[in-house]
């Protein structure tokens, strides 16, 4: 097993553990700052969280809702979903592998919204 930094800016980092999970899926370590948000994007299949530590707003579809440290859920295939950091929060995501997510698909109205907030807040 072995922790990959991916990316790293002002909406805080992104961890991949490589080997954890079978058949080539990603196990996705994120940190989301106070006020940043990620993600717009939606995906062929199920991709599943868990809040680490924090609290976010959760942006899926059409609906808003907030969570908490240990709470979790699913974002459903072909649903378009952000997360928004309301406290500086870790999250966890994982469900396909590094070549399904590198298929990901922006919507655009979700994306926009990502793009407003983080020029606004970070």
Sequence with gaps: MELVKINED?????????DLLEGGKEFTILE?????????CLHSKD??????SGKVKIILGSKEWE???????TFPANTPHAFIGIEDSII???GMTFQEKDLDRKEEFLRRIVDETNKKNI
């Design 67 to 73: 969570v908490k440290t240990g709470e979790s859920g």
């Design 47 to 52: 991709e599943y969280f868990v809040i680490i």
């Design 32 to 40: 989301i700052k106070k006020g940043a948000a990620r993600g717009g």
């Design 10 to 18: 002002k909406r805080g980092f992104i961890y991949v553990v490589k």
């Design 92 to 94: 966890s995501e994982w």
